[in-house]
């Protein structure tokens, strides 16, 4: 759960209505989401829009790759949020730090604490990603970034766990969180050094393979998910987007915290079904698995390490990281259980 940043509601509004002629009259925080602070904005009979605020070093090209993205998207009736753009055709704005991001206000319930997925609501999700990659051939040109199999986050990550296992003082954070902090790093260190390793494996595995390539969204989960009304499935934030391998987008329903992995069976003859068969391989869905699990990992790490845990709390952020470094005995059997199901469906899969 997101906390709302301390920030110039007034400001903001003002820049709603001089950047991009929205009549902004309030503003409600939306308490959703990992690395962005949304808001809903009030402008006027009965309209409404929706600010993302994302830090700069985290915006990945903001406005010149995923925003012309969406917009392409959205006219091939791919279901996403159209970007707003403003008055100079421009589409985002530097706001207080930050960088902010307006899109059409999509009515519906956020799935980020859906838990249940029911077939009906399953395969909706299954139809949407199938969609997306289905759509590279007209808006690849769009996508600024190519999956590129890099880890600039294991180094920062093992000089942290370093120095917290040689007791050394790190640069910021309160004495409490990071005495809990080292009670979770310092047993796990050498598991996960080891994950480091296996991960660094499966990254030169998955380098070598001649892949299909499409586009990405990278993070499709429920908090990325709107479902309106009338049952249509919107995905949201898109600034992770990049051209890789379908299995950069199927991973997440193969057997992570967000979807169950007794269901990927299912998900993967749906999926197949709309877009194509594609060419899969289990050591790939394990790259992805272990870079999921060790970047999300390093992001909390170094929050509670530099005192920056504004966004869910030290608690929560402690939570999180404690159950990212229990899941790492579970990686292997996901990755043979994806490489069952493969084998089970027949198709152009990678031998094992």
């Known amino acids: 759960m997101r906390i709302e940043p301390t920030l110039d509601s007034v400001s903001l509004m003002e820049l709603l209505r001089g950047q991009y002629g929205l009549a902004a009259t309030g503003l409600t925080f939306v308490p959703f989401g990992m690395d962005s602070w949304s808001y809903v904005a009030a ?3 009965d309209q409404r829009a929706f600010v993302k605020l994302v830090r700069p070093s985290s915006a990945l090209g903001a406005g010149v790759s995923e925003m012309p993205l969406m917009a392409a998207l959205a006219e091939r009736a791919v279901p996403v949020p159209r970007p707003i753009a403003r008055r100079d055709g421009r589409f985002s704005s530097a706001f207080n730090g930050y960088e902010a991001q307006v899109f059409e206000y999509i009515e519906g319930r956020n799935l980020e604490n859906e838990t249940a997925w029911p077939d009906e609501l399953y395969g909706r999700i299954a139809d949407l990603v ?5 759509s590279t051939s007209a808006v690849g040109p769009l996508v600024k970034r190519v999956e590129d199999y890099e880890l600039p986050f294991i180094g920062p990550l093992l000089e942290t766990v370093a120095a917290i296992e040689a007791g050394a003082e790190l640069p910021a954070g309160d004495d409490l969180t990071l005495a809990r902090l080292c009670e ?3 047993p796990r260190g050498p598991e996960l050094r080891r994950a480091v390793g296996r991960l660094e494996e499966l990254r030169d595995r998955a380098r070598e393979r001649d892949s299909d390539k499409v586009v990405c969204h990278t993070d499709i989960w429920g908090s990325n998910l709107i479902q309106a009304p009338d049952g249509t499935l919107y995905l949201l934030d898109w600034n992770g987007a990049l051209l890789g391998p379908p299995e950069c987008d199927l991973f997440m329903f193969a057997g992570t915290v967000f979807f169950p992995a007794d269901r990927f069976d299912w998900f993967l003859e749906r999926y197949e079904a709309v877009f194509r068969q594609v060419l899969l391989d289990a050591r790939t869905f394990g790259f992805y698995f272990y870079r999921r699990n060790l970047e999300d990992l390093a992001a909390l790490v170094a929050s509670i390490a530099e005192r920056r845990t504004d966004a869910l709390g030290s608690a929560e952020t402690l939570a999180v990281a404690g159950r990212l470094l229990a899941s790492f005995p579970r990686l292997e059997a996901r990755i043979d259980h994806v490489a069952d199901v493969l ?10």
Not at 130 to 134: E, L, R, T, W, Y
Not at 343 to 352: F, M, N, T, Y
Request: one cysteine or more; hydrophobic letters at 40%; glycine letters at 14%.
């Open 43 to 45: 402008c006027g009979d």
């Open 130 to 134: 199938a969609a997306v990659h289905a």
């Open 184 to 186: 979770l790093v310092i």
């Open 343 to 352: 084998d089970k469906a027949g198709g152009p899969r990678e031998p094992r």
